[in-house]
């Protein structure tokens, strides 16, 4: 812990003064946001939350999400006290929480009947619970399917089942891979919240794993190996330009644009793709699920959720806020104001009952539906392993081992190293941290 905490404070100083800042001024509430679309509405309708709530000043301050990680990881740790609420994730939370570093939200959730905290979708209430408390509160949730353009598919006489395997969506893409539109958009850029988010739901497809039950490192094994390399050869053959440096918002950008033809990532993109306003294909969006190898439901659980770490010395108005942005009438307000197209998704079951968001999730909402409460964080591969997480590994260590591996995994899909060397690094840094488990058993 005291390495990560090191490397973490080094990452976050580089990161100092990145981001975007709205000054409440002295004695406002810090809240870190990460520079999403869905923050961005948040902070624009952030208004009738001071209206309903004089005297309290609010001031953002919005990173991207490398930024944020690594911003808040550093002030939260080391109780810097910069911030009254953060965005923080279902990795974070449990680790955290058992480190004391955030206030305990179930009593305030259970003061007040309205909240409706059980509304929450139940698998992501378990995955930010922690000795049967939740530490954090959901914005918006989500697991992973794949997206893809109908019309686009009908004109080049391509079909998909509903639950593909990875082979079938290779196939399609290399038919549709035409001119400057690519067959598919896969995230390349470095970050283990980045490439690492799909890859890894790709090495659980195909029977891989990061650790055996003993805590031995297995990213050079012959199915890890099969998975990393199917990726990097898919991306490289029929993926954007430039995939090394693609994350979220840039295959998002391409599929509702109509640059590409298909698009595995978050069920929640499905507010940039159903919109008019962003997307020149809403309402001709097909959706299937994870695409499966040797394990079916492979789709990953996650999500921003709102936390109040304990160094926070305005935790009630620091509540106050994460029950306003947080709370079933902030989805319907959402709605009513914005449209339903920006609504967070994801978080609340009874966000799939609004009259008007039901309009728009008719195509996705049971796949996402379905594939959040598939999703498995206790039994992520075929073969048992001794940690949890579907797309990231719930240890402290996995930010900088998941960054470290990203990098290798990125540069082979720009073409500078190939898979084996990559995976062969990433082995190595594999095992530095599967021996500190070993030494504690």
């Known amino acids: ?38 923050m961005t509405d948040a902070i624009s309708l952030s208004n009738q939350f001071e209206q309903q709530n004089p005297g309290v000043r609010l001031k953002f301050v919005t990173l991207s999400e490398n930024e944020a990680r690594a911003k808040i990881t550093a002030s939260v740790a080391t109780g810097g006290g910069e911030f009254d609420v953060v965005m923080i994730s279902n990795y974070e939370t449990k680790m955290w929480a058992q480190n004391g570093w955030l206030v305990n939200l179930s009593p305030f959730m259970n003061a007040d009947p309205s909240y409706d905290a059980a509304d929450f979708i139940p698998t992501l209430r378990d995955a930010l619970s922690y000795r049967g408390s939740m ?43 035409r001119g400057k539109v690519s067959g598919i958009c896969l995230r390349g850029k470095p970050g283990w919240g980045e490439v690492l988010a799909p890859l890894n739901t790709v090495i659980n497809a195909f029977g891989g794993r990061w650790y055996d039950e003993n805590w031995n490192a297995q990213l050079t094994s012959p199915e890890v190996t099969e998975a990393v390399t199917f990726y990097v050869d898919t991306v490289r053959r029929y993926g954007e330009p430039g995939a090394a440096s693609s994350g979220f918002q840039e295959c998002g950008n391409l599929l509702s644009q109509g640059q590409t033809a298909m698009w595995y990532d978050a069920t929640s993109a499905v507010s940039v793709l159903e919109s008019p ?93 379905s594939a959040m409460k598939a999703a498995d964080q206790l039994k992520p591969s075929l073969k048992p392993v001794p940690y949890t997480g579907v797309q990231f590994l719930a240890i402290p260590e996995f930010q900088d081992l998941g960054t470290r591996v990203s990098q290798q995994i990125s540069a082979a899909i720009a073409g500078q190293i190939s898979v084996e060397a990559a995976l062969k690094q990433s082995q190595i840094y594999a095992e530095a941290v599967g021996k500190t488990y070993q030494k504690e058993r």
């Not at 990161?15 to 990460?34: H, K, N, P, Q, R």
Request: glycine content about 8%.
């Open 1 to 38: 812990m005291a390495a990560l905490l090191a490397t973490v404070a080094m990452i976050a100083t580089g990161c100092a003064g990145a981001g975007s800042f709205t000054d409440g001024g002295s004695g406002a509430v810090t809240i870190a946001l990460v520079s999403n679309s869905q």
């Open 135 to 177: 530490y954090s509160a959901p914005f918006y949730g989500e697991s992973s399917f794949l997206m893809y353009n109908k019309k686009m598919f009908a004109a080049a006489g391509v079909t998909l089942p509903a639950q593909p395997t990875w082979p079938q969506v290779a196939e399609a893409a290399r038919k549709l891979n």
């Open 277 to 369: 306003d962003t997307s020149t294909i809403a309402g001709d969006v097909g959706y299937a699920q994870a695409p499966s190898m040797a394990k079916g439901a492979n789709g990953w659980l996650y999500t921003w959720s709102l936390g109040i770490p304990s160094s926070s010395t305005k935790k009630n108005d620091a509540w106050k806020f994460i029950n306003w942005m947080t709370n079933k009438r902030y989805i319907a307000y959402v709605a009513a104001k914005l449209g339903p197209s920006h609504v967070p998704p994801g978080s609340r079951l009874s966000t799939y009952q609004l009259p008007e968001y039901r309009k728009i999730s008719a195509a996705f909402a049971e796949p996402t539906l």
